[in-house]
């Protein structure tokens, strides 16, 4: 076996392993989404720690009014908005 052969069959393996791991990682995360919820809106504790580590809905999300920028006309969310790089941007930072 030359040093090409044993170079493509490490990196074939290594394909295999990471997609693998992707797949696993995909299914996971569709199973807490489909896992069962309580009345309270959390996952039930039998779905696993996937389930239960899962970040909020975005729905129970608090929303935030947009406001537009005078100086470039973007419209931004006031308490997170960062500068858009000129001079005059009153979202500064």
Do not use: T
Request: contains cysteine; proline residues 9%.
């Amino acid at each position: 076996m030359s040093l090409s052969k044993i170079l493509l069959l490490a990196l074939v393996i290594g394909v295999v392993w990471f997609g693998w791991r992707w797949v696993n990682r995909i299914q996971a995360v569709g199973r807490a989404r489909s896992a069962p919820r309580r009345q309270d809106g959390r996952r039930d504790a039998a779905a696993g720690p996937a389930a239960r580590d899962a970040r909020p809905h975005p729905a129970a999300m608090e929303a935030e009014d947009m406001e537009k920028c005078p100086e470039c006309g973007a419209y931004v969310a006031p308490r997170s908005a960062v500068s858009c790089g000129r001079p005059s941007c009153p979202y500064g930072r």
